[in-house]
């Protein structure tokens, strides 16, 4: 009869006396006032407790919802057991907190000051949690910048498990990253909680993401999978990974080939923003190095990715098998390349939407055309003055020389200067060349070693002696207009004396 009385006595004290421990226990770790809605407990198999509409604020006025001093913690709902015996006991003790929608909503850079000089004084931590276990998390870290969104990161399910007062918890994640979709597991270490300045809360842990797919971003396609570490604090987050893609490809060509990459990151946990320190990435044999950022845009909404490319020892069969839709590449050869990106966020096809800028050099030049390399081979015998080789046919596969200033918008290459070399021959261009290879519009001047009578066997040659002077220029044999246009399976070369040159200046090394 004692015990019963006993049990009951507990049970109706306990309910305001918990609710009490939690609120003060939560107000003090988090320097903060605590509101809850609904507080449940039942006696079945202990102490059983529940509760719904849990806030913790960052600010003063619970009824501003400004970004930045809604509340910095919210709870749907959460529960858990305590036997009897613990309710006498301080600090009371609780082996797992189960949570159900766990919204982590941090104040902007600017408003975290405000923070430490919220809700009450003293108090003390009555009651240690082992584990929390949380459903449907979300952490949203919000912005004051202009034309900025909050950060938002949603997560599956969520264990935390605690080491002891003051110190770090382990947790691990489960979630699925929104863009591209795929699946993202992490471990680490969160904390202890900067209860003045949440964003400088340190974390640390691996991560693996794995079946990204990439056709959910417009343009591109492939799965990718990628593993790092990341060590630091939510404001400032030093990231280190790989990831592979063994069947990357762009849509302007469709075809898939495998991309490998490793990079040193700083993300800004405020922003979302992400620096590049660098990117090395591996296309087939050829490598890459990339500076710059991606930064987050509210419109339209999305990542502009701005960075620095430095190809130094590439194959430029590698970079045309990727964006171009030739098959096989127009050409083979060794690429130096240099180059600004810039990829603003939008609805059209990345090759759409994608700008370059910068200048490359392409040597030991092969074209994989036979109709190309064949005028090639025939141009510079007779630039050398080697006419009846040109005319019987005889293949000689002359390796070319290329470099020039280019811009690519709207898929299609622009070239400012374009300079070609063949043994003999050097030629200076201006003109476009579409990714799809169905445009060649070029024009400028050919300066050929050989005199213009030399070029030609037969009368031909003789008849041509007495204009030689015409076309013999500032030391080279001949020079005349030239242009290159038509397709990939129908190029057409020869002279252009209609067309007003704009190739005259010399172009310069990258």
């Not at 987050?296 to 960075?307: A, F, I, N, S, Y």
């Not at 300079?419 to 579409?434: D, E, I, K, W």
């Amino acid at each position: 009869m004692v015990a019963a009385v006993a049990v009951i006595i507990v049970f109706y004290r306990s309910e305001p006396t918990l609710r009490a421990i939690v609120i003060e226990t939560l107000s003090t770790r988090f320097k903060s006032k605590v509101e809850l809605d609904g507080f449940r407990v039942s006696p079945l198999k202990g102490l059983q407790v529940s509760g719904n509409g849990l806030r913790i604020f960052g600010d003063a006025d619970p009824n501003n919802h400004e970004p930045g001093v809604q509340p910095i913690i919210s709870v749907a709902e959460f529960r858990f057991r305590m036997g009897i015996r613990d309710f006498f006991r301080s600090p009371k003790h609780v082996d797992t907190v189960y949570i159900k929608g766990l919204l982590l909503n941090l104040p902007p850079r600017e408003q975290r000051g405000e923070v430490k000089n919220m809700g009450p004084k003293g108090g003390k931590i009555e009651i240690d949690v082992n584990r929390l276990v949380i459903d449907q998390a979300q952490l949203i870290i919000n912005t004051l910048r202009p034309g900025k969104l909050p950060l938002e990161f949603d997560i599956e399910r969520l264990t935390m498990t605690s080491v002891g007062p003051g110190s770090p918890m382990h947790f691990d994640a489960d979630l699925t990253n929104p863009k591209p979709v795929g699946h993202i597991l992490s471990s680490g270490w969160f904390g202890p909680w900067r209860a003045d300045s949440p964003c400088d809360t340190p974390v640390s842990g691996t991560y693996s993401f794995d079946h990204a797919d990439l056709g959910t971003i417009k343009g591109i396609g492939g799965i990718l999978s990628s593993t790092g570490k990341y060590d630091g604090i939510l404001d400032k987050i030093v990231v280190d990974g790989a990831t592979d893609t063994p069947d990357f490809r762009l849509a302007t060509s469709g075809r898939a080939v495998p991309l490998h990459t490793d990079f040193h990151a700083i993300v800004d946990g405020t922003s979302g923003d992400t620096y590049l320190q660098p990117v090395k990435a591996r296309i087939l044999n050829s490598w890459l190095v990339a500076e710059g950022s991606v930064v987050r845009t509210k419109d339209p909404k999305g990542h502009r990715v701005e960075l620095d490319v430095v190809v130094e020892k590439g194959k430029i069969e590698d970079l045309l098998k990727l964006a171009v839709r030739t098959d096989p590449p127009i050409m083979t050869g060794s690429v130096h390349l240099k180059t600004k990106l810039d990829l603003p966020p939008g609805e059209p096809d990345v090759a759409n939407r994608l700008k370059l800028a910068g200048n490359f050099e392409v040597s030991g030049v092969h074209f994989n055309n036979e109709k190309i390399q064949g005028k090639i081979d025939a141009l510079s015998m007779r630039s050398q003055g080697k006419p009846k080789l040109a005319e019987d046919n005889i293949p000689d596969n002359v390796h070319s020389d290329m470099q020039g200033t280019f811009n690519l918008a709207t898929g299609l290459l622009s070239f400012s200067q374009l300079q070609f070399r063949v043994p003999g021959t050097r030629v200076n261009l201006t003109g476009t060349y579409s990714l799809d290879g169905n445009e060649f519009d070029f024009h400028g001047k050919a300066r050929m070693d050989a005199k213009l009578s030399q070029m030609m066997t037969g009368w031909k040659s003789v008849l041509l002696k007495p204009v030689d002077p015409f076309f013999n220029k500032d030391g080279a044999g001949t020079e005349v207009p030239v242009a290159i246009t038509g397709t990939k399976s129908e190029p057409h070369f020869g002279v252009d004396f209609g067309h007003k040159d704009e190739a005259s200046t010399p172009v310069k090394k990258p």
